[in-house]
């Protein structure tokens, strides 16, 4: 009994360590190839005016292009960084490139902020 209770517990703390460093996006297929997209299917889009590592969309541009935010626990690992928002939050960066959601996609897969003022694209 107690090495079956032993052996649950390792695979309980296995798992949470799993769960814990899960990417915050994953890939989806789209017609345009591999695109990255939240934990909801909802496309991510990347923005020409920031730099490495600094997002460059204020206040007012966070309102039509909502920073893809990190949770409170989050921890940059990898590809995965983090950096603040014109909103004081911490948001997810991916490659160096920080993350945004489009107002004008409604539903998971939509991609209507692609191409967008010629500096907002599909991140990638």
């Known amino acids: 009994m107690r090495t079956i209770l032993i052996a649950l517990g390792v695979l309980s703390a296995t798992t949470m360590a799993a769960v814990a460093a899960a990417e915050p996006a994953k890939m989806v297929d789209t017609n345009m190839g591999k695109v ?3 934990q909801k299917g909802m496309i991510l889009y990347t923005f020409d005016k920031d730099t490495n590592g600094k997002s460059n969309c204020d ?3 966070l309102k039509k292009w909502p920073a893809f935010h ?4 989050a921890k940059a690992e990898g590809e995965w960084s983090l950096v603040k928002a014109a909103d004081g939050k911490e948001m997810w960066a991916y490659d160096g490139k920080p993350l945004y959601r489009y107002s004008g996609d409604k539903k998971a897969g939509e991609m209507n902020g692609d191409g967008v003022g010629g500096v907002w694209h599909v991140a990638k």
């Open 59 to 61: 206040k007012d541009c």
């Open 70 to 73: 990190a949770g409170k626990k």
């Open 36 to 38: 990255l997209a939240n």
